[in-house]
């Protein structure tokens, strides 16, 4: 692992072609016979610090179609979060199912996995029927997984019947010093990022693209006005970028005046702080309040010129749900990913069913969504935003920070990459973006 690393830090990618992969090498997991570790807790007493585990794993095979790649830097995404503290169930389900698969799936269902869904390295080895892809490319993998063998899934890849999450719903993740992907999920790295900053996009643009921006999502257009949950979020960052550099405008929902003043520094102008507002959607755990909807709305208006918005960027989920139904405009767009608050919404459907509004489901990205979203990182037109960094030993604390909503923007892991601050190969043009790559920076 030692001669793969230096000979990506010294710039010498002919020459790993030729060397070995190694037998095993480190990586984030957590353990099957650790999956009830906390029954009875709450899932605010669930620590990501006891479950993730970095140890020393058997290299798997590589099978047909798949690349192995050596990871320099990787982020931790709330599907990691989820892994971690084992809700809304364990993922050694998906782990179990997938094995069953075929033969070549079967090395996914381990008494470990190793998570993360997110890279930027070196692809290390390729398996047979790998044209596109070679040793010492540089690359950032999405985290689409798919088998293509169903007609479903070639009209859009996230409709194929075994569409998986990679480092999720499937094995040998990206928090790690070698990951396992198949060839169709990488994409070349933007040569202006450092290792950490690539790693940091993936998931979190990609989702966001497909949510606002493609047709399969809201096909947000310019002049469309935009509520954004989160805007300063590992999600909301992106979203909030996609919006202003397409033209709409968006309405940025924050939780204190920090995250108010980031989305500014985007360009954002019209912001709602939630912690100053004090809006308080629910009256108790069973009842919703109608009256701190129409509270919303009316902010909203104020901000908008009178205006309601076209879409809603939902990712919350049961927190916000009811409220965000209630102030889409008359055949306004609910467009609705994860739910970091809670799964099961509640809406009153009066306001979704006589304002002909509709209700539409994202999840992730097919690989064209991803590329295009990927190339709007390598145009500059996108900007990663990461916070912070933390080395792989200390992945723990970095998904803790996630599940507490103690960070901004996207946090970042350090796997092979020794320190941050290498990778760049086009210095020139970082200079260009420089401000608005470190815009969340230590924040």
Known sequence: MNEIRDAILSDQLDAVAGLAVPESYRAVLVRKDEQDMFEGLTTKDKDPRKSLHVEEVPTPELGPGEAIVAVMASSVNYNTVWTSIFEPVSTFGFLERYGRVSELTKKHDLP???????????????????????????VVAHCLSVELEDPAGHDDTMMDPQQRIWGFETNFGGLAELALVKSNQLMPKPGHLSWEEAAAPGLVNSTAYRQL???NGANMKQGDTVLIWGASGGLGSYATQMALNGGAIPVCVVSSPEKAEIVRKMGAELVIDRSAEQYAFWKDENTQDVKEWQRLGKKIRELTGGEDVDIVFEHPGRETFGASVYVAKKGGTIVTCASTTGYMHQYDNRYLWMNLKKILSSHFANYKEAWEANRLIDKGLIHPTLSKVYPMEEVGQAALDVHRNAHQGKVGVLTLAPEEGLGVRNQEKREQHLEAINRFRGV
């Open 112 to 138: 470990y996995h190793v998570v993360g869904s997110d890279l930027a390295g070196v692809v290390l080895k390729v398996g047979p029927g790998v044209n596109k892809w070679k040793p010492g490319d540089e």
């Open 213 to 215: 921006v493609s047709r």
